[in-house]
DNA sequence: GTCTATAAGCAGATAGAC
DNA sequence: GTCTATCTGCTTATAGAC
């Protein structure tokens, strides 16, 4: 499928991988410019400086997990069904691309004064809607901050910890994915018998 | 190696913390010698390359994780007991510094190699007595992995994204440790259940 | 828009006196 | 062990021709 990206588009994507494996220190604009096909001048041409693209970078990556979750909190869905949803949607995305995940994990802790910036913008997460709905639909009064942190944690974590894992458990690159496969059912039944 | 001197053990104090807020590339030799009171010279006459100061770091930080993993999946305590211990443990630990974890969680998938490593030199942890005694202790053929990578998820992910979750939950300091604290008997119950 | 060449500055590492 | 001065190479960024 040969579609006419932008150069625009196309520094975007390769710069991404380069910034989810190196982090903004370790990433080297040659090797971004050399993995996109042009050269550095060509590069600063389309972004002034390293930050500026990384700022580009690290927002698509963020916006990516804000916008599952504002999406499951938000809907007008039933909880379980909600919570369904959010499991097998993350674990199937990270599936995909783990390394973006790591990447706003540690920009977000290196630089948390980015996040003040990034939830006054659009697509913000309204957290109250979830508490109402878990105070409605949840005959033990659970927490709803526990729940949702809950929730968030079982997803991620097999991914974060991914390589360690592996190595613990004992597992190839198949195993692996199996267990993850299975998760999205012992996920879901963790969190709806806390309800 | 003769590494019984006080600058030693200095260099190695300041340069955590460095490395842990910015890593192996954004880290400067200059700043720790700064932290230190040392000058660069010096510090290459410690540590001949930055690498080598880094490796020092890490192997201590990783050792802190991995020992306390070690020590819950190898003792002899019911199971539950050592459950218990682990969740309280590990959240007091990373109420104190949570910054060794971001800096773990990133180098460990930057440089997975790493791992094998680390795992193949001493504390190595054996799964395969979690695993038995699992099977022995729980009444409803609990899967080992699947307890296990709970028990570290729940614990962990809340020091992971803390910035983002007490933006999201609206705690302030305080509140967020109150948050952390309950969540010791709020897992415990959650674990126990399983079994 | 695209390129070559180069400026400007920084960071890791060393030489060598004391 | 400790210091000053310096080397060396790398990296971001720009100047300017086409």
Redesign the interface.
């Known amino acids: 499928m040969e579609k006419t990206n932008t150069a625009y588009e196309t520094i975007l994507h390769v710069a991404s991988e380069i910034f989810y494996?190196?982090?903004?220190?370790?990433a080297r604009m040659q090797e971004i410019a050399d993995l996109a096909g042009i050269n550095k001048a060509m590069l600063h041409y389309y972004f002034k400086t390293k930050e500026q693209l990384f700022n580009q970078v690290f927002e698509k990556a963020f916006f990516s997990f804000s916008s599952r979750i504002a999406e499951v909190l938000n809907s007008e869905e039933p909880l379980k069904i909600k919570i369904s949803n959010y499991v097998d949607h993350t674990i199937d995305a990270l599936k995909l691309n783990r390394g973006i995940l790591?990447f706003v994990?540690?920009e977000?802790?290196?630089n948390?004064e980015r996040?003040?910036e990034l939830?006054a913008g659009k697509g913000n997460?309204d957290?109250s809607i979830f508490k109402k709905q878990v105070k409605a639909e949840s005959k033990n009064e659970v927490?709803a901050?526990?729940l949702f942190?809950?929730m968030?944690?079982?997803c991620?974590?097999?991914f974060?910890?991914?390589?360690?894992?592996k190595?613990?458990?004992?597992k190839d690159e198949i195993a692996y994915r199996d267990?993850l496969e299975?998760?999205k059912s012992?996920i879901k039944s963790?969190l709806i018998?806390?309800l």
Chains 1, 2 share one sequence.
């Open positions: 494996k190196k982090g903004l220190a370790g790591i994990i540690y977000l802790n290196v948390p996040i003040t939830f997460v957290f927490n901050d526990m942190t809950d968030v944690a079982l991620i974590y097999p974060i910890a991914q390589p360690i894992l190595k613990m458990m004992n267990f299975e998760r012992w963790t018998s806390r």
